[in-house]
């Protein structure tokens, strides 16, 4: 194997990292070669993407590299280049493996047959937005959108799939400065100044997703136009048009764009980050009426990629509220509206609302067992005075009846029962032992009145 300094001669049947044998070099570029390459035991066809040797030696190449390889493998949804595996070869210089795919990128098709057709244009821009709401979902920005990164294939039932290709610029700037360096050499870290959103020529660090839809909508007016909005012959001239000048509305450029498409393009194109569409939901809702009849759904499946994983697209997010348009989450507590998804941090005004609605309930249910506790205690208190046989009972004065014959308590065998009117037990009950039955104390007569006879409220005894 060449040295890492050295031009890698890469040739049919050439064994790399010894897994992967090359059938032919796919193109070659300043950063890296992609070849199509067989794994040996498996059989599969892959693509791999290796770095050039020159730059295998240089950090801030090898750190892009690793980043594009660690941020596209953790996307899985079908608008995504898969990638499977990375490695090193003997030289040091690293690669990562790919799924391979079978077409054309997008700048290439309309480099070969200028503007697409409205329909086919706004579809495949719609399905690269998929893949771009599953990277904002999980905090990744592109920062290099251009139609040489959108890959058209072809699904197995024979329909256009795109994919989005070369996360390499993903937060590519944070953790250094780029310090003294020419433009040029700037453009080709920071991303291609034809596609670049204004804050990302003023600010790189600072770019956030509103970047992203800018270049869809620079993507989406070059499909529909052949041409880019800005467009200079130095990279100078390109800033200052993206910085200072307004572009030309598609529907005047060409007339079969209709002016809400057009309306849509411009809005993408807004100098201004916090004018453009608030996020890729509401890009694709407005370029879908236009799309291919596959589009239909775009703009739902995409909303619902952004909301799954709690998603704002917006610099400042508002209030968290339940929102109609999603199933309603459980509530831990009165105040709780947070989904908490499995594998996904909590945050801490979840995790605020979950403790306060813990507390409330734990409150409330104590309070609940505090009054059973009580009610227990009256009512035993009124059963154990209502038993006592001591207790003297104090009616309120009775209409005047005959007077009523002398009532005399026997007690019954120790084998026998009682069987009372009302059901309730004997209200002298206690225990006596077998054999020895004794008659109870004479007690005075209202006190065996109200021990053996029960009265209605009307006064009948029964």
Known sequence: MARSDEAVPLKTGDILDRKYRVERVLGAGG?????????????????????????ATDPESVLRFQREARAAVRMKGEHVARVTDVGRLENDVPYMVME????????????????LPIADAVGYVLQAAEGIAEAHSLGIIHRDLKPQNLFLTR????????????????????????????????????????????????????????????SLGVCLYELLLGTVPFDGTTAFEVCAKVLNE???????????VPAALSAAILRCLEKDPKRRCVDVAELATALEPFGLPGSRGASERIRAILLAADVRMDSAPPPRGPNPSTAPSTAIGPTAETVVSPG??????????????????????LGGVLAVIALLLVVGTFFAL???????VTAAPAPPQEPLPPVVAVAPPATSSVVFADASPPPTASARP???????????AHATRDAGVRMDPAGTRF
């Not at 038993?387 to 003297?392: E, H, K, L, N, W």
Request: no cysteine; glycine share 12%; charged share 25%.
């Open 344 to 365: 996904r941090p909590v945050d801490t005004r979840t995790v605020a609302t979950i403790d306060s609605g813990g507390r409330t309930e734990r409150f409330a249910a």
């Open 31 to 55: 950063m890296g070669i992609v070849v199509s390459a067989r794994h040996i035991e498996l059989g599969t066809r892959v693509a791999l993407k290796l770095m050039q040797p020159k730059l």
């Open 100 to 115: 391979f795919l079978a077409g054309r990128d997008l700048g290439q098709m309309v480099g070969e047959r200028g503007p």
């Open 434 to 444: 077998s054999g020895r039955p004794a008659a109870p104390p004479p007690a005075p």
């Open 386 to 392: 209502r038993g006592s046989p001591d207790r003297v």
């Open 155 to 214: 699904r197995p039932d024979g329909t256009p799939l795109v994919k989005v290709l070369d996360f390499g610029l993903v937060k590519a700037l944070e953790g250094g400065g780029m310090g003294a360096v020419a433009l040029t050499q700037t453009m080709s870290v920071m991303g291609s100044p034809v596609y670049m959103s204004p804050e990302q020529m003023r600010s790189p660090k600072e770019v956030g997703t509103p970047t992203d839809i800018w």
């Open 246 to 256: 307004a572009p030309r509305p598609p529907h005047e450029a060409r007339a079969d």
